[in-house]
């Protein structure tokens, strides 16, 4: 497995785990109606997951893991 093949799996297992933690954050905040903390704690965690994976994908960037690509290509 290469590891560009490897850092993009990682980061579709990163995006998957904060969709789960923002769908558990709204589920607490259904069913606790402010009662308990989970729905806070939820969320932290997909604060922390979000800004690893942003530097995740920078560190993919500056080691040339992940190429940039846009619409238009560069002249």
Do not use: C, E, N, W
């Amino acid at each position: 497995m290469t590891p560009t093949l490897l850092f993009k799996i990682i980061v579709v297992i990163m995006l998957i785990v904060i969709f789960v933690s923002l769908t558990s954050g709204l589920v607490f905040l259904i069913r606790d109606r402010g009662q308990t903390t989970r729905t806070v704690k939820s969320l932290t965690l997909r604060i922390v997951l979000s800004i690893a994976l942003f530097l995740l994908l920078v560190v993919g960037f500056l080691t040339g893991l992940i190429q940039p690509h846009g619409v238009a290509p560069a002249p």
